[in-house]
């Protein structure tokens, strides 16, 4: 059975109704009040247009960064030129 919170995850048990993750979240909220739960949420993860478009760039860049090492790493086709000078030396 998928969870009936997330819809992603399998439950904890058939007669669970939330995953794991889901079921420790709502003891979280349970434990700690969920306005206050909310609250640092709010400051955590979402976020207001500046800092998604900082994110943004940021994951651009990292994402930039890891296909120019991508294609220099599984670059298979590269053929080394002949040379002459002996390479036990
Ligand atoms: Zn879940």
Known sequence: MVC????ENETE???KSYCVDCAMLKRMLVLH???K??????RC?????????????????????????VTFEDDSSYIEPP???SKNK
């Not at 009936?4 to 819809?7: E, T």
């Not at 739960?37 to 709010?42: E, G, N």
């Not at 993860?45 to 090492?69: A, V, W």
Request: hydrophobic share 30%; with cysteine.
């Open 4 to 7: 009936s919170f997330c819809n």
């Open 37 to 42: 739960c909310v609250d640092i949420l709010r």
């Open 13 to 15: 048990g058939w007669l």
């Open 45 to 69: 993860l979402i976020r207001n247009e500046n800092q998604i478009s900082h994110k943004i760039k940021l994951e651009l860049r990292t994402q930039d960064k890891e296909l120019k090492t």
């Open 33 to 35: 009040e969920p306005k």
């Open 83 to 85: 040379t002459t000078r």
